[in-house]
């Protein structure tokens, strides 16, 4: 028979299935956070961009590219993931002083949605040579499929700035949100600019990093709850 002092009381068995249970709790949350920031099928080192339209709503009666990059910036913020928030992003708009295709700046690397799987173009040549879009859009900060129809851009299929109807005009430009097809993605057609749409944003430059196995943070809660359980045996044991 094992001596009663070299075995778990029932609330210390109880304690730590408790704490079993947290700990795969936690692993089921990392596994499932959502949006995913770190698209599917690349390798550690990789660069890429990332690409959502907001779900909240502005007009465009700014002239001021700044305007439009704090607010695509304000609904990361609000992203329910923190890596969105962490990200630097830039609003595709053209004004009649700034065009989009120097102001998002995108090199030569793919551009995925927060979906984590589909990716919208190859590289910033890709989005702006005439060519249809891989996939729309439609997703929003949080990874979820947009209900906006039209996003304001200000700007033509090549990523300039129209003369007459770049944001800040009284009728800007608009994107279809749902269309990969070109030009309907970037230039639908014109609407007043009191008008409240979404703006498309896109990341800054990001790399695949060294992954953090979510099993560390299980090992840090359990490692605690061991050392804990094994210093309330030794001192069973001590004063038996």
Not at 54 to 76: H, K, M, P, Q
Not at 190 to 205: G, R
Request: contains cysteine; negative net charge.
């Amino acid at each position: 028979m094992v001596p009663h002092n070299l075995t778990a009381s029932r609330p210390a068995r109880v304690s730590l299935c408790i704490l079993l249970a947290a700990a795969l709790v936690l692993t089921a949350s990392i596994a499932q956070a959502v949006p995913i920031t770190v698209p599917t099928g690349l390798n550690v080192g990789d660069q890429y961009y990332l690409a959502f339209v907001t779900s909240g709503l502005r007009d465009a009666t700014s002239s001021d590219i700044a305007d439009y990059d704090a607010f695509v910036n304000a609904e990361a913020d609000d992203s329910i993931s923190p890596e969105v928030a962490a990200i630097t992003w830039r609003a595709l708009g053209s004004t009649l002083s700034v065009e989009a295709i120097d102001h998002l700046g995108l090199g030569e690397f793919p551009i995925y949605l927060l979906d984590g799987s589909n990716q919208v173009a190859t590289g910033g040549i890709d989005l702006w040579n005439g060519d249809n879009l891989t996939a729309p859009v439609l997703i929003d900060e949080n990874g979820d499929l947009s209900t906006s129809l039209r996003a304001w851009t200000g700007t033509l299929v090549d990523g300039t700035a129209s003369p007459l109807n770049s944001l800040g005009s009284a009728n800007p430009i608009e994107g279809d949100v749902a269309s990969l097809f070109t030009p309907d993605w970037v230039n639908f057609g014109n609407a007043t600019s009191s008008n409240i749409k979404s703006v498309y944003a896109f990341s800054e430059l990001q790399t695949v990093p060294v992954p953090e196995p979510a099993s560390l943070a299980v090992w840090a809660v359990l490692g605690g709850s061991a050392v804990a359980f094994g210093l309330k045996r030794r001192q069973r044991t001590t004063a038996g």
